[in-house]
């Protein structure tokens, strides 16, 4: 493996700056490829590595503390991310021989300004093999499931007592682990078959959905680095939000209206389904992030958009009565750990006000649905506030809308009038979707 060290250094480093500066994973990571030539073995030894460790950081870090003479508060970051990268490639990296691990630990370590880190770091991780690799146990359930799903115990709490335990798992198990890659075809411009051929042709391996015959599951590669990306015959989507869109039963000719639409997936997937023919106002409160649905519009072929600037919190008359709204709000993003470990390290009161947030949203785009239209909220978080509350408090302030069913003959879920998928359900990001007619 040609590089690992610097591999190895750099996921480290990258590990240090997401807790110091709470920048997103994949954007730091992308950057840092785009900065740092490494041959494509390297990159994904180091995307495994930094990805994998963030996961499971919560674990490792109860390990260090179990092992370590030293308080764990007192290590330094840098010291922390070593033992961390170490511990993770001991433990769930099989192609790593634990004595490269522990070896390439040390040598991170030799430079630290600090003399006694590098037998500090060796003494704690042959510690850990000569034990056997022992974990440490707990009386509490909370506890021991924190540390079986590295996931903190505030969260573990939340989840258990909304949904119950076994859900609670279900949840828990689903953060884990990358999860898939799936696109929506472009229908206006190729056909499901014949996109997997293109994809085949620039080594991308995909094959058809099994729930939606207008999208595909990506098994490798980078497919909006391909040229049928570039021609655009597809964008990324989970199968999550094609469930939503599935959700809002747009037509040929309809009015819609996608509030907090950035970076555009719901509106493309939306205009496809409308066969390019209506009216699609896709909106977003920044500037830059409009730019990137305008973009995405330009590649599709999707000429039905008028992308602009628009704060869905403030009443808007010059926007049109219409026949469906997305409120796809802003939310904690619970439901997508798995492709963003870090955000279940975040302190749940920072969430605290998103409920009020999104009621506001929800309140000021239900006056832009017509008299039979309707209104479909969707976060891709999993908290019974910011979700199940809001519906029950927007049912109680507006007598003139009533529950309507996402869907009726799709064979998962039919008839239901709000819905929380669990990444179980479909091999998706957890999310949530509820959908509302405006009666009078």
């Not at 969260?155 to 884990?176: F, H, N, P, R």
């Not at 496809?272 to 072929?301: A, P, W």
């Not at 949203?361 to 908290?383: A, D, N, P, Q, R």
Request: glycine content about 6%; hydrophobic content about 35%; some cysteine.
């Amino acid at each position: 493996m040609a590089d690992v060290v610097n591999s190895r250094a750099v996921a480290v480093k990258l590990l240090c700056r997401i807790e110091d500066g709470g920048a997103y994973s994949n954007i730091l990571l992308d950057e840092q490829f785009r900065r740092t030539p490494m041959n494509p073995q390297d990159r994904r030894f180091c995307a495994a590595l930094f990805y994998g460790t963030l996961e499971r950081r919560y674990t490792l870090d109860e390990i260090i503390k179990y092992y370590s003479k030293n308080p764990y508060d007192k290590l330094n970051l840098e010291v922390r991310c070593i033992l961390r990268t170490a511990l993770y490639q001991i433990l769930y990296m099989n192609s790593v021989p634990e004595s490269a691990a522990v070896n390439e630990a040390v040598k991170l370590a030799s430079k630290n300004r600090n003399p006694a880190v590098k037998g500090f770091v060796n003494g704690l991780l042959r510690g850990f093999l000569r034990a056997d690799k022992k974990m440490p146990s707990y009386k509490d359930k909370y506890e021991q499931l924190a540390f079986d799903y590295s996931c903190p115990i505030p969260l573990v709490k939340k989840w258990t007592i909304e949904y119950g335990e076994d859900v609670a798992i279900q949840m828990l198990e689903g953060s884990l682990g990358r999860p898939p890659i799936t696109a929506k075809v472009n229908t206006l411009r190729t056909t499901t078959s014949n996109l997997i051929s293109r994809l085949y042709e620039e080594g991308i391996e995909c094959s058809a959905n099994q729930y939606f015959d207008d999208c595909i599951d990506i098994a490798n590669g980078s497919p909006e680095s391909t040229k049928a990306f570039k021609d655009g015959l597809f964008h990324v989507q989970d199968i999550s939000s094609r469930l939503c869109c599935k959700a809002l039963d747009v037509k040929s000719g309809d009015t819609l209206l996608d509030v907090c639409a950035a970076p555009g997936g719901k509106t493309f997937t939306a205009s496809e389904l409308m066969n390019n023919n209506g009216k699609v106002y896709s909106l977003d409160l920044h500037k830059n992030r409009v730019k990137l649905i305008q973009s995405g519009c330009k590649r599709l072929g999707l000429d039905i958009v008028n992308a602009n600037v628009n704060d869905a919190k403030i009443y808007n008359s010059s926007l049109p009565m219409a026949d469906v709204v997305l409120c796809d709000l802003p939310c904690s993003g619970l439901g997508v750990i798995a492709r963003k470990p870090e955000i279940k390290y975040n302190n749940l009161t920072d969430f605290e006000r998103l409920p009020y947030v999104q009621h506001d949203i929800l309140e000021c785009c239900s006056k832009y649905v017509k008299v039979g239209g309707t209104l479909v909220f969707s976060t891709c978080t999993l908290s019974r506030a910011e979700n199940d509350e809001n519906t029950k408090r927007f049912l109680a302030e507006h007598n003139d809308f009533e529950p309507a069913p996402l869907w009726q003959s799709f064979g998962h879920f039919d008839g239901y009038t709000s819905l929380t998928v669990l990444p179980s359900y479909f091999g998706s990001d957890g999310f949530y979707i509820s959908k509302f007619i405006r009666t009078r």
